[in-house]
Nanobody, 118 residues
Framework: QVQLVESGGGLVQTGGSLKLSCTTSTRTYSSFILGWFRQAPGTEREFVAAIRQGTRRTYYADSVKGRFTVSRESRENTWSLQMNNLKPEETAVYYC???????????WGQGTQVTVSS
């Protein structure tokens, strides 16, 4: 069974930083894309960032550019989302996703809560 498992959520103050990680048990391929979405209460899920497995090309939602960084970890099949200068409105459940669509939506993790206090 394909699995994506997130870790690293928690509580942080405005302006603080958090690093989320995502590990997959599936064998990835060069066209695989690893993504991050988030969903705040009462809102739809929104795209945050993604990275292509083969080229390592990254792309971001405009709202997080310059503050968030998605990257491949040295551990096999593990990616991270470094979030800096967090804002209260970014309080949400963050989901790791994967697949070949752009942004990827085929596989989803269980989500990890990020809470930014004002």
């Amino acid at each position: 069974q394909v699995q994506l498992v997130e870790s690293g959520g928690g509580l942080v103050q405005t302006g603080g930083s958090l690093k989320l990680s995502c590990t997959t048990s599936t064998r990835t391929y060069s066209s695989f894309i690893l993504g991050w979405f988030r969903q705040a209460p009462g809102t739809e899920r929104e795209f945050v960032a993604a990275i292509r497995q083969g080229t390592r090309r990254t792309y971001y939602a405009d709202s997080v550019k310059g503050r968030f960084t998605v990257s491949r970890e040295s551990r096999e099949n593990t990616w991270s989302l470094q979030m800096n200068n967090l804002k209260p409105e970014e309080t949400a459940v963050y989901y790791c996703t994967g697949g070949s669509s752009d942004p990827p939506r085929e596989m989803w993790g269980q989500g990890t809560q990020v809470t930014v206090s004002s």
